[in-house]
C-alpha cells in the first residue's frame, strides 16, 4: 500500500481546536504570551503521516472580565509541517475583537519531494486522482507551491458545550507544469497558475473534568472542501471527535492530548460513504 499525505489541514485544525477550548484561559498580562506546541498524526484513508509545530506570541487587547471581551487579543505566529511528501512553513496574523472572533490571515510556502505522488500535474479537473488512479501515473516531481489564506472563526462556549465553526478562504498558485496539479493535503485538484477554495470546520463538543484532572470531551466535527471551478469534486464528511488533555506530565511528555476522529464521506470524487479515521497526539511545554 502506497503512502499518501496525512489530511494535514483536517487533522491540525481539530487538535487546534480541542486545545483552543480545553485549556484554561490565560490571564491578561503585559507583554506577549509566547506559546509552542508540537503534534503527531496519523490518519486513514487517506493513509498518512504528520508532524507539525507551532509557534506563537499573543498580546492581550483587553482587562475586562466581561465575556464578551476578555479574550480579545492580537497574535503572530509561524507554524512548520512534515510529512513524507511535502513540508511547509507558514506565518499568520491573528486579530480577536471579541472573544467569540478570531480574524486570521497568512501565507504557506511548500515544498514538494517528489514522493507518494507529488508533485503530479493533471488536465482537467474532471480527472481522476484516487489512490488507484494517482498509482498509475507513476512517480512525482519536485516542485513548489504557495497559499494565501484568510480564515473567520465564531466560537462559544455555554456550561459543558462548546462549539466553533470557521471557514478558510485560499488561494494557491504553483510550478507544477499543470495545467492542474493534485495536492494532497487538500486531496483535490487545482490550477497550477492560480486557483480558490473554500474549507469550513464545525465542532459542537461537550466537555468534562475528570477526578484526574485535565479535560476530557467528545461531539461531532463537520468538514466541507470546495473548490469553486470545481463544484463537481467536492468533499464533506462528518464525524465523531474525541479528545483527551491531561493537566500535568504524562507518558514523558508535558501537557499531553490526544484527539482520535472517525468520519463518514458524504461527498468526495472517489471516497463517497467510506470512513475515515485520524488519530493526534499534542503536547505544549510550559505550566
Known sequence: MTTR?????RSGFALAL???????????????????????AFTVNNLGLQNSLDLSWTWPLS??????????????GVTHTLTPSYTRLGAWAELSPLSVLDLQAGV???????TFHSLMSFDSYS???????????????????ARVFVSPRLKMK??????????????????????????????????????????????????RTPASGGRLAGGLIHQLTYVWDAPENKIQTLGILMTREFGSKRFGLPHPRVLGIVSYYLDDPSKKHQISATLALGFRPGP
Do not use: C, I
Open 18 to 40: 480541542a486545545s483552543l477550548f480545553l485549556l484554561p484561559a490565560a490571564a491578561a498580562s503585559e507583554g506577549a504570551r509566547r506559546s509552542l506546541g508540537e503534534q503527531l
Open 108 to 114: 504557506e510556502p511548500t515544498a514538494y519531494f517528489g
Open 127 to 145: 480527472d481522476p486522482f484516487d489512490h488507484d488512479s494517482l498509482a498509475a501515473r507513476g512517480a512525482g516531481s519536485f516542485g513548489t507551491a
Open 158 to 207: 455555554a456550561g459543558p458545550v462548546v462549539a466553533s465553526a470557521s471557514a478558510n478562504f485560499e488561494w494557491w498558485r504553483s510550478n507544477a507544469a499543470g495545467p492542474l496539479f493534485y495536492e494532497p493535503a487538500r486531496d483535490t485538484l487545482l490550477k497550477a497558475d492560480g486557483d480558490a477554495l473554500m474549507t469550513t470546520n464545525s465542532v459542537l463538543l461537550y466537555q
Open 63 to 76: 482587562e475586562s472580565r466581561n465575556p464578551l471581551l476578555s479574550d480579545a487579543h492580537f497574535a503572530l
Open 5 to 9: 499525505s496525512v489530511e494535514t489541514f
